[in-house]
């Protein structure tokens, strides 16, 4: 059976949305694996609903797999989970009003489940991240220059890296590269030529855009929850 | 013109003074320290007051800034438990012994100092604590260059000096999934960049017993790499009357250094 990937970010709190991805999903043939990568609470609505259904699915619910993104990383700089910091990185961006309303969408109850979320997961040859391999808040998309992409790439030696936090949905290769190195030292020179192989950054999109991702072709898809599933099995387009 | 750029003093006094020394007789004026002032050697305020009145523009080291804010490497920087109990013997030695004066500059000091097309930093543009190592990755090593927007990046931290050129570089990129969905291809060249690694006057980590440091000419952009001879015996004995580890001057005097090199150096300080 073909083994799928269904990779979501940015639910913010948004629990119909869920369930149309889980209804979706149900409806998608292959064995799939749901991956949430972060932001799935925000300030604009409260959260719980959405966190209780995710800790405990419905017994006919995909199990979610999930990872922390910026906006859990912000209530946890907030709630005291990050030592002396707080999350003024967002106080300075979007407003004292802002923090507030982030920490009134969530009930404390969550905290310790989110405070001991991953920040990524490494399956196969491939990394599944909100942000980056440098930091959860960072923008990877298609105007990201290639090193800067090929190094997040390197920190966490995988050959395929799927990124939540730009919120688009993009399927960038790296197909060659090359870089001739010279080092001079105590000992003397030492040429050599370093090679990339292959490799691949994935923006899979947030809220009702998500990405399918097909292990074995390393396809993906980008799909808009609702939206029929003949219509997305014609081809590998945004519809 | 030329000018020359040290690092990782680390307390040495002797060792500094014979590299002051040697950047003097070759009429070098223009110097510029890359960091870890203290840390590891028994004269911590005597070398800060040697920079401070030569004046000599200087960035924070981890060492620098482990003084001041508390210990802020995790256990990678060690290859041992035994290693790592020594450092910290070591960092709150120092501590005990700086003046107050001393930590304030320590504590003020920047994270690097641009000059027109060069960047010093103690590590690398990212964290004073990672080892920009001989054979990283050379994409990653010029990655740091490139986002550092540097054309020469000056660094310390490995105690290992070196010269790196990194040239001719291309990267092809392909858009998949491509929205019209014609696939979307270009090559981007990669600019020439070099990474300049100043070594240790204080602890030397390249198998030999000498203090290194480099000459730079911006003028034919050359880079040269000095070794210099100290009094190796006064430093020793000052470690061992200052009640330091006893190690710290066995490996000063063998060129052992490399006893406190972690296994995987490559590895990204997370704290």
Redesign the interface.
């Known amino acids: 059976m073909i083994e799928r990937w269904a990779l979501v970010s940015g639910l913010k709190g948004d629990l119909d949305t869920y369930e149309l991805i889980q209804k979706d999903l149900k409806k998608t043939p292959g064995n799939i694996t749901l991956f949430v990568l972060g932001d799935m609470i925000g300030p604009e609505k409260n959260c719980n609903r959405l966190l209780h259904r995710l800790i405990n699915p419905k017994s006919n619910d995909l199990q979610p797999w999930c990872i922390y993104g910026w906006w859990e990383e912000q209530i946890l700089l907030e709630s005291g989970y990050r030592g002396d910091q707080r999350a003024e990185a967002l106080r300075i961006s979007k407003g004292e009003e802002v923090v507030k309303s982030l920490t009134n969408a969530v009930d404390k109850s969550f905290l310790d489940w989110i405070a001991a979320l991953q920040f990524g997961f490494v399956e196969l040859d491939c990394g599944l991240i909100h942000g980056s391999s440098?930091d959860v808040g960072e923008n990877l998309t298609?105007d990201t220059?290639?090193?800067?992409l090929?190094?997040r790439l390197?920190?966490l030696q995988v050959n395929r890296l799927f990124t939540a936090r730009s919120k688009q949905q993009?399927?960038?290769?790296?197909?060659?590269?090359?870089?001739?190195?010279?080092?001079?030292?105590?000992n003397g020179n030492r040429k050599?030529e370093?090679k990339?192989p292959q490799k691949?950054v994935i923006g899979i999109g947030a809220g009702k855009n998500y990405t399918l991702y097909d292990v074995g072709t390393d396809n993906?898809?980008?799909v808009q929850a609702g939206y029929k599933t003949e219509k997305r099995i014609k081809?590998?387009?945004?519809l | 013109m030329n000018q020359a750029v040290i690092s990782c003093l680390h307390a040495n006094l002797p060792a500094v003074e014979a590299v002051l020394k040697d950047i003097e007789l070759q009429g070098i004026t223009n110097i510029t320290c890359l960091g870890d002032l203290v840390g590891y050697g028994p004269q911590p305020n005597e070398v800060i007051e040697l920079i401070r009145d030569k004046e000599i523009p200087t960035c924070q080291g981890c060492w620098d800034e482990d003084v001041v804010d508390g210990l802020d490497a995790c256990d990678c920087s060690y290859p041992s438990q035994l290693a790592e109990k020594r450092g910290h013997f070591a960092h709150q030695w120092t501590t005990d012994k700086l003046t107050t004066e001393n930590k304030d500059y320590l504590a003020n000091l920047p994270y690097s100092i641009r000059k027109d097309k060069c960047l010093f930093v103690h590590g690398s543009p990212n964290s004073q604590h990672e080892y920009l190592l001989p054979d990283m990755d050379a994409f990653a090593a010029l990655e740091r260059v490139e986002n550092a927007r540097a054309e020469i990046l000056f660094c310390g931290h490995t105690h290992q000096p070196y010269i790196r050129e990194l040239a001719d570089g291309s990267i092809a990129v392909k858009i998949k999934n491509a929205v019209p969905k014609d696939t979307q291809e270009k090559e981007i060249q990669l600019p020439m960049r070099r990474i300049v690694n100043a070594g240790s006057v204080g602890e030397p980590r390249h198998g030999g017993t000498k203090a290194t440091y480099v000459v730079y000419n911006d003028v034919t952009n050359e880079v040269k790499i000095r070794e210099v001879e100290y009094d190796i015996e006064l430093t020793c004995k000052a470690i061992i009357d200052a009640g330091l580890p006893p190690i710290f001057a066995w490996r000063l005097k063998n060129g052992f250094e490399f006893a406190e090199q972690a296994e995987d150096a490559s590895h990204v300080c997370e704290r």
């Open positions: 440098k298609l220059p290639p090193l800067t090929l190094d390197t920190r993009f399927h960038l290769e790296l197909t060659e590269g090359i870089v001739n190195s010279e080092v001079e030292d105590l050599k370093q990339v691949a993906t898809q980008f081809g590998f387009g945004r």
